[in-house]
Nanobody, 114 residues
Framework: QVQLVESGGGLVQPGGSLRLSCVAS????????MSWYRQAPGKERDLVAR????????SYADSVKGRFTISRDNPKNTVYLQMNSLQPEDTAVYYC???????WGQGTQVTVSL
Protein backbone atom coordinates (compact mmCIF):
# COMPACT_ATOMS: atom_id res chain seq x y z
CA GLN A 1 0.00 0.00 0.00
CA VAL A 2 1.03 3.63 -0.40
CA GLN A 3 3.12 4.91 2.48
CA LEU A 4 4.57 8.38 2.97
CA VAL A 5 6.89 9.05 5.88
CA GLU A 6 7.92 12.64 6.56
CA SER A 7 10.83 13.68 8.77
CA GLY A 8 13.19 16.56 9.43
CA GLY A 9 10.95 18.99 11.26
CA GLY A 10 11.85 20.73 14.47
CA LEU A 11 12.18 24.00 16.32
CA VAL A 12 14.20 26.69 14.59
CA GLN A 13 14.75 30.41 15.14
CA PRO A 14 13.52 32.98 12.62
CA GLY A 15 15.95 33.16 9.71
CA GLY A 16 17.01 29.56 10.17
CA SER A 17 16.81 26.58 7.84
CA LEU A 18 15.46 23.05 7.83
CA ARG A 19 15.38 20.25 5.28
CA LEU A 20 12.36 18.00 5.25
CA SER A 21 12.39 14.51 3.75
CA CYS A 22 9.58 12.25 2.64
CA VAL A 23 10.24 8.60 1.88
CA ALA A 24 7.58 6.99 -0.30
CA SER A 25 6.73 3.35 -0.90
CA UNK A 26 3.99 1.22 -2.42
CA UNK A 27 3.89 2.85 -5.84
CA UNK A 28 6.13 3.70 -8.80
CA UNK A 29 7.64 6.82 -7.28
CA UNK A 30 9.44 8.00 -10.41
CA UNK A 31 6.18 8.04 -12.37
CA UNK A 32 4.34 10.66 -10.32
CA UNK A 33 4.65 14.26 -9.34
CA MET A 34 4.95 14.93 -5.63
CA SER A 35 3.90 17.84 -3.48
CA TRP A 36 4.47 19.34 -0.06
CA TYR A 37 1.53 20.78 1.88
CA ARG A 38 1.34 22.45 5.27
CA GLN A 39 -1.35 23.00 7.84
CA ALA A 40 -1.10 25.64 10.53
CA PRO A 41 -3.27 25.43 13.67
CA GLY A 42 -6.86 26.36 12.89
CA LYS A 43 -6.19 26.70 9.17
CA GLU A 44 -6.72 24.62 6.06
CA ARG A 45 -4.03 22.45 4.54
CA ASP A 46 -2.32 24.46 1.79
CA LEU A 47 -0.10 23.52 -1.11
CA VAL A 48 3.49 24.68 -0.62
CA ALA A 49 5.42 23.21 -3.55
CA ARG A 50 5.13 20.66 -6.33
CA UNK A 51 7.69 18.79 -8.42
CA UNK A 52 7.21 16.79 -11.60
CA UNK A 53 8.05 13.11 -11.76
CA UNK A 54 11.46 13.77 -13.32
CA UNK A 55 12.22 16.79 -11.17
CA UNK A 56 12.44 18.98 -14.23
CA UNK A 57 9.51 21.20 -13.29
CA UNK A 58 8.71 22.81 -9.96
CA SER A 59 6.18 25.30 -8.66
CA TYR A 60 5.74 27.15 -5.38
CA ALA A 61 3.19 29.05 -3.36
CA ASP A 62 3.86 32.77 -3.50
CA SER A 63 4.49 32.83 0.24
CA VAL A 64 7.55 30.56 -0.05
CA LYS A 65 9.01 31.50 -3.45
CA GLY A 66 12.69 32.26 -3.23
CA ARG A 67 12.98 30.67 0.23
CA PHE A 68 11.95 27.04 -0.24
CA THR A 69 13.26 24.50 -2.75
CA ILE A 70 11.62 21.19 -3.57
CA SER A 71 13.73 18.37 -5.01
CA ARG A 72 13.61 14.62 -5.37
CA ASP A 73 15.87 11.58 -5.57
CA ASN A 74 14.01 8.94 -7.55
CA PRO A 75 16.38 6.03 -6.84
CA LYS A 76 15.84 6.72 -3.12
CA ASN A 77 12.05 7.24 -3.46
CA THR A 78 12.50 10.48 -1.55
CA VAL A 79 11.27 14.03 -1.98
CA TYR A 80 12.84 16.93 -0.08
CA LEU A 81 11.87 20.43 0.95
CA GLN A 82 14.76 22.77 1.73
CA MET A 83 13.42 25.67 3.76
CA ASN A 84 15.55 28.78 4.25
CA SER A 85 14.87 32.14 5.86
CA LEU A 86 12.14 30.59 7.96
CA GLN A 87 9.62 32.89 9.59
CA PRO A 88 7.07 32.36 12.37
CA GLU A 89 4.29 32.19 9.78
CA ASP A 90 5.93 29.05 8.36
CA THR A 91 5.02 27.21 11.56
CA ALA A 92 2.84 24.26 10.59
CA VAL A 93 2.70 20.52 10.16
CA TYR A 94 4.22 19.66 6.79
CA TYR A 95 2.98 16.75 4.69
CA CYS A 96 4.03 15.24 1.41
CA UNK A 97 1.54 13.91 -1.10
CA UNK A 98 1.63 11.84 -4.26
CA UNK A 99 -0.37 13.12 -7.23
CA UNK A 100 -2.98 10.36 -7.17
CA UNK A 101 -5.41 9.34 -4.46
CA UNK A 102 -5.72 10.83 -1.00
CA UNK A 103 -2.73 9.42 0.80
CA TRP A 104 -1.08 11.37 3.61
CA GLY A 105 1.72 10.61 6.01
CA GLN A 106 1.79 11.56 9.65
CA GLY A 107 3.41 14.88 8.87
CA THR A 108 6.37 16.59 10.50
CA GLN A 109 6.05 19.60 12.79
CA VAL A 110 7.97 22.77 11.94
CA THR A 111 8.01 25.47 14.59
CA VAL A 112 9.71 28.81 13.97
CA SER A 113 10.14 30.77 17.16
CA LEU A 114 12.68 32.61 19.27
Amino acid sequence: QVQLVESGGGLVQPGGSLRLSCVASGFAFSSYSMSWYRQAPGKERDLVARISNTGGSTSYADSVKGRFTISRDNPKNTVYLQMNSLQPEDTAVYYCKVRFGDYWGQGTQVTVSL
